[in-house]
């Protein structure tokens, strides 16, 4: 969540509240890229062949697949949702066991060799510009989910992602150029002034530094969103991302043994360390490839939305945290004016060129 809360092919020009040139069509999102085939548009740069997506990937995005057929496409997204936001509250169990660092290590770790062995990125031929982009993506994905997992060690997970999650809704209007829009992130305003119990809440008793993570992890996310399409214009399909997430845990890996020591190995530490890299990485691209055949961007983007509420609840199923009634008003607050502005009609689409996304 987020699931961060992880990117594929990205394209080039900004359109709207979404990404998008003739050449690579496709659409931002706050996962990051959605659809298209890999291109680039400056002129100097030589075109490659686009590789295929990886076997698995490609049965189980095909439109006769059982899951495809059956399981309506919004239901998938929503699966997918859940999967990111419940990683994020497995991950808050992990902290207190070995800290924020080694937290982060585990995830980076088991998600970086997943991604290694199931997409085999292809690292000749690269150019300088090339890895000075998947390196700057690469350090932005290591400090999203430094700030995002310092923020969850110290406030409630629904609160955290909700506050994070103005980081792409900022972006997403300034980059739409309509005025309405500015109401909608007014309004998200007013939803993260109530959410962060500011109005309600004593000042000594306010955790300001976990307040000040979650933003920082917002603005991080918008980050991430702005290099994995700098990143996908120039690597194929999910090479970028997966250098990308092996460069983070390359950057995470030394400081986080270092600090966590044997504990980063204890058996109780492994595998929740490797449930976090499924639930949020592995499962949710799975879940929402094959989503995306049917769904229109607007209408994933208006159900993504609907993460600080699956977070909130993610909180007191998981974690027993409860918020309060100006924090769910603040929480609603949010959603709304997320969707509005993701949710808008944008570029007509296509099932190929919806065929994948990103995740966190």
């Given at each position: 969540?987020?699931?961060?809360?992880?990117?594929?092919?990205?394209?080039?020009?900004?359109?709207?509240t979404?990404?998008?040139?003739?050449?690579?069509?496709?659409?931002?999102?706050?996962?990051?890229?959605?659809?298209?085939?890999?291109?680039?548009?400056?002129?100097?740069?030589e075109?490659?062949?686009?590789?295929?997506?990886?076997?698995?990937l490609d049965?189980?995005?095909?439109?006769?697949?059982?899951?495809?057929?059956?399981?309506?496409?919004?239901?998938?997204?929503?699966?997918?949702?859940?999967?990111?936001?419940?990683?994020?509250?497995?991950?808050?169990t992990?902290?207190?066991?070995?800290?924020?660092?080694?937290?982060?290590?585990?995830?980076?770790?088991?998600?970086?060799?997943?991604?290694?062995?199931?997409?085999?990125?292809?690292?000749?031929?690269?150019?300088?510009?090339?890895?000075?982009?998947?390196?700057?993506?690469?350090?932005?994905?290591a400090?999203?989910?430094?700030f995002?997992?310092?923020?969850?060690?110290?406030?409630?997970?629904?609160?955290?992602?909700?506050?994070?999650?103005t980081?792409p809704?900022?972006?997403?209007?300034?980059?739409s150029?309509?005025?309405?829009?500015?109401?909608?992130?007014?309004?998200?305003?007013?939803?993260?002034?109530?959410?962060?119990?500011?109005t309600?809440?004593?000042?000594?008793?306010?955790?300001?530094?976990?307040?000040?993570?979650?933003?920082?992890?917002?603005?991080?996310?918008?980050?991430?969103?702005?290099?994995?399409?700098r990143?996908?214009?120039?690597?194929?399909?999910?090479?970028?991302?997966?250098?990308?997430m092996?460069?983070?845990?390359?950057?995470?890996?030394?400081?986080?043994?270092?600090?966590?020591?044997?504990?980063?190995?204890?058996?109780?530490?492994?595998?929740?360390?490797?449930?976090?890299?499924?639930?949020?990485?592995?499962?949710?691209?799975?879940?929402?490839?094959?989503?995306?055949?049917?769904?229109?961007a607007?209408?994933?983007?208006?159900?993504l939305?609907?993460?600080p509420?699956?977070?909130?609840?993610a909180?007191?199923?998981?974690l027993?945290?409860?918020l309060?009634?100006?924090?769910?008003?603040?929480?609603?607050?949010?959603?709304?004016?997320?969707?509005?502005?993701?949710?808008?009609?944008?570029?007509?689409?296509?099932?190929e060129?919806?065929?994948?996304?990103?995740?966190?």
């Open positions: 969540m987020v699931a961060t809360q992880d990117a594929c092919p990205a394209r080039a020009a900004f359109h709207n979404w990404l998008w040139s003739p050449e690579s069509p496709g659409y931002l999102t706050p996962r990051g890229w959605v659809g298209g085939h890999v291109g680039t548009t400056d002129p100097s740069r075109r490659r062949p686009c590789r295929r997506r990886p076997a698995f049965a189980i995005a095909h439109p006769r697949h059982p899951v495809t057929r059956r399981v309506p496409a919004p239901l998938l997204v929503l699966a997918a949702i859940v999967s990111v936001q419940f990683g994020a509250a497995m991950a808050a992990l902290i207190p066991l070995v800290g924020v660092f080694g937290a982060v290590t585990l995830r980076f770790t088991f998600a970086a060799t997943v991604l290694l062995v199931i997409v085999r990125p292809r690292l000749r031929g690269r150019t300088t510009a090339d890895w000075l982009v998947v390196s700057a993506f690469g350090a932005i994905l400090m999203m989910n430094l995002f997992y310092g923020a969850l060690a110290r406030i409630p997970i629904g609160v955290a992602v909700t506050i994070e999650f980081g809704l900022v972006l997403a209007t300034v980059l150029h309509r005025r309405k829009d500015l109401l909608a992130v007014a309004g998200a305003g007013l939803g993260v002034v109530l959410i962060s119990g500011i309600s809440t004593p000042w000594a008793q306010i955790d300001l530094a976990g307040l000040g993570l979650a933003l920082a992890a917002g603005v991080a996310w918008a980050g991430y969103i702005v290099f994995s399409a990143t996908g214009v120039r690597f194929a399909q999910l090479d970028g991302l997966a250098i990308a092996t460069i983070a845990a390359l950057l995470v890996a030394p400081v986080g043994v270092a600090i966590t020591g044997s504990a980063l190995w204890a058996p109780n530490a492994l595998w929740r360390g490797a449930t976090i890299a499924v639930l949020s990485s592995v499962l949710p691209y799975s879940l929402e490839l094959i989503a995306l055949r049917r769904l229109a607007h209408v994933f983007g208006i159900l939305s609907l993460e509420a699956v977070a909130a609840l909180g007191l199923v998981v027993g945290q409860q309060s009634a100006p924090q769910l008003l603040g929480m609603g607050c949010v959603v709304a004016a997320s969707g509005l502005v993701m949710g808008r009609k944008s570029v007509p689409s296509t099932p060129a919806l065929a994948e996304t990103t995740n966190q």
